[in-house]
Each structure stands twice: as C-alpha cells, then as structure tokens.
C-alpha cells in the first residue's frame, strides 16, 4: 500500500505543534516511546470478547498474558484487590459502574458540572443526566472547598442509590472516609471517579480512595502517564449489595457484576494494544522515578499558582493541593473571558482550555474561567523556576491580548523555553 502521506503529514504537524508549545490542559501528558509502541503494535489485530482466560475466541494466549499483567500492575499499585483494565475511556467506566449499580431513573448525586465536576457525573446532556435521575452538590461560594459534611442533608433528601465523588477541575483533595460514613448511613454505593489526581494517588500524594470506597474508575492517560483508556477498580471484593444472582441462583459478588457490565454490558470487544499499553504505563509508574515525577507535578502546580496569584489573578479555593487550578479571570480583568484567554494564549503557542467557574455568569462556550495543570510540562522536565516564567508569559499575553507585536515577542519566547525542554 502507499503510505499514507495526508495522515503522516498532520501528525508530523502535530508532533511539531506539541514540541514547540506550552501545553498546560490539565488532563493532558506525553506518554513515553514504549507506550506510544505497544499502542501501534500488532495486538490492534486481535479480536478479545471476554476476560482473560474466558475469551470468545481462539488465538487469546498472548493477549490473556498481557491482560493478565496489566490487571497485576495496576492492582499493585493502587492496593487493589479487583481491576478491570478493559473500559475505552473514563466515560466508559462510569456507564459501566452505573449500567452495574443502577436500574433507569434510579437517583445519583455528583459534584456539579458548573463547580467542577465531570459530564458522567449526571449531567443532563450526558447518559448520566438522560438515564438516570440526578442530584448535585458544590463547592462554599466563601472558600472554593467542599463541605463533606453538608453532603449528608443532600443524601437524606434525595436518597440516592449512587454518591460519585470526582471531579475534573477541583484543585483539593477529597474526604472518602467521610463520604463512606455518609453512603453506608443513607445505603448507597460509593463510587470515586480519580480520573485526574489518580497518578498523585498512587504515588501516594493524596489520599487513597480505595480503602474507603465500593468502587473506583479512572482514566489512564491523564497524570498516570498512559495510553487513552479508562480502568475499574475496587479496593475490597464483597457480595453485590444489588442481591444480582447468577442463573444457578448464586449471588454475585460485586467484581462479577462489575465485569458483566464492561463486557457484554456497554463495550465489545477490548482494545488489546490500548491494553499492552496500559501495562506498560503501569509498569513506569511503578517505578520509583514516578514518585519523583509526581512530586514535581504538585510542586510545579503550587509554584504556578502562586505566580499566578502574585500577578492578581484569583485562583479558586486560593491554591491547590494537586496537579491543577481553576482561575477566575475576573478579578483580574472583568472583560477578559476564558474563551477570550483561551484563544489568546493559543495564538502563542500556550495551550490551556477555558473553564467555568463556580457560581459561573457567562455560558459554557464562553466562561469567566481557565484552568492550568502542569502533568504534561512536569513530563518535559521543567520545575518551579520555569512555572514563574510560564505565568510571566500568559499574564503578558492576556494583559497585551491586543498587541500582536507583543504577542508574537511572547510565542517566540514560549518557543525558545521550550526547545530547551525536548519531547521525544
Ligand atoms: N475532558 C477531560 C478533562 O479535560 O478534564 C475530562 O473528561
């Protein structure tokens, strides 16, 4: 076949647009070359149904092992006693957890969208929202923070038969003991959805859910470093709560109904190579330069957030605690949006995405808000003192916005900052 020269192309575009540039999203990294490897291997060929060892087809040897290792591997690292490393996305793995916990309309309560929250936590534009019947809370409009405690009248009013605790843009750790004690009181099922912080959790940074929770998703690809792709967790085994039983009328434990709501639940058949990849990740983290590395993650996040500070913008909850902020711009500037800020920083080569913020006025497509994480800066081996100059960088773009003499003098110096830094 000829190669493909119009994909090929772009790629090597967008390989260019990723070494050149600052990128600050959040939920964003740079996997290494063996995971970017494993991710373009032969294992794309092979058809899986099933788990290992109980597939629906022949040829599985080879990929039962690999599953098998990924399973191993992340259950070491986060102290689990069940893994489902099957789930595409963390999407996935939450339409799974609630495909297994839940019937249609039954209730759940989420961190709201709007205070930082994720789609699959209810929203009513997500399955989450249309299936199911959901309730929210927030964080105190005087501290940023969330009250854990004020969780509970929310639970005893709605009865909720699912608490998710997660979000995709809160800059503090969570109290799981204290949801826990709120789900067994009002008998509902625990999910923590640690998508973003799960890498800073397993290096042992922020407190571990597992101990405290039924059930745990996450993605792979955010500060766990890995290929794009979701995983089930759980921290203790137990008999389902849902009293599901099997045909031969045994009841089921709780991974058996996790495991039948991937697979043949939501997904078909999963993505081995995405698999190999995720062992290989896993593998890294375990590794103990990856404690390093998230250390520097969180050292980077508060160096940047105080920059930040220092130059008058205001950041949410007033710090973090994790590899994130959330910025209001408006006491800074009350005309400057995220949209606005976010499209500026773009034009010089600064890469971040416009957030609401809590209590939000403006719409979902234009927001008061940014947010900044450091994992993916953290990768290319910059620390603190560069965090100072990356502020130094955003707050020139956004304060000459209207300039493009200045603003291209900032995208040269994001260029040259970052070509001390290569990828790859
Ligand atoms: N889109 C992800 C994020 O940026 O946080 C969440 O799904």
């Not at 209590?359 to 808000?369: D, Q, Y």
């Amino acid at each position: 076949m000829k190669k493909d020269t119009t994909i090929f192309g772009l790629i090597d575009q967008e390989l260019d647009r990723q070494q050149r540039g600052a990128e600050l999203i959040a939920s964003e990294n740079f996997v290494s070359q063996q995971v970017m490897d494993a991710m373009g291997s032969v294992l794309t060929n092979k058809y899986a149904e099933g788990l290992p060892h109980k597939r629906y087809y022949g040829g599985c040897e080879i990929v039962d092992q690999v599953e098998d290792i990924a399973i191993d591997r992340v259950k070491q690292l986060f102290g689990a006693t069940w893994a489902n490393v099957q789930p595409h996305s963390g999407s996935q793995a939450n339409a799974a957890v609630m495909l297994g916990v839940l019937k249609p309309h039954d209730k759940i309560l989420g961190f709201d969208l709007a205070h930082g929250g994720h789609l699959t936590h209810g929203s009513s534009v997500n399955f989450s929202g249309k299936i199911y019947t959901p309730s929210f809370y927030g964080v105190e409009k005087e501290t940023g923070r969330i009250d854990f405690n004020k969780i509970e009248d929310i639970a005893r009013k709605e009865s909720p038969k699912l608490i998710i605790a997660g979000a995709s843009s809160y800059s503090r750790d969570w109290d799981y003991k204290t949801l826990r004690e709120i789900a067994d009181r009002n008998n509902a099922i625990l999910l923590a959805d640690i998508s973003h912080p799960s890498g800073l959790i397993a290096a042992g940074l922020l407190n571990n859910p597992l101990p405290h929770c039924h059930v745990i998703t996450s993605t792979t690809h955010k500060t766990l470093r890995g290929p794009r792709g979701g995983v089930i967790m759980m921290g203790e085994d137990f008999e389902n709560p849902m009293g599901y039983t099997t045909m031969k009328g045994r009841v089921k434990r709780f991974s058996e109904v996790m495991d039948g709501a991937v697979f043949p639940g939501t997904q078909g058949g999963p993505l081995e190579h995405v698999i190999a990849a995720k062992a290989v990740a896993f593998g890294e983290a375990l590794d103990s330069s990856y404690g390093a590395y998230c250390k520097q993650v969180v050292a980077n996040a508060q160096a940047l957030a105080s920059a930040m500070t220092n130059l008058g913008y205001e950041i949410i909850s007033g710090g973090t605690d994790n590899h994130l902020m959330l910025i209001d711009l408006r006491p800074k500037d009350a005309e400057l949006t995220g949209k606005t800020a976010e499209k500026t920083l773009e034009h010089v080569d600064i890469t971040i995405n416009k957030n609401a913020v809590p209590f939000e006025t403006r719409s979902p497509m234009v927001t008061s808000g940014i947010r900044l994480g450091t994992p993916a800066l953290t990768t290319r081996g910059l620390k603190e003192a560069e965090m100072g100059l990356i502020a130094g960088l955003i707050n020139k773009a956004l304060e000459n916005r209207e300039n493009e003499a200045i603003l291209k003098q900032v995208k040269s110096e994001v260029n040259e900052l970052m070509a001390q830094f290569p990828l790859y």
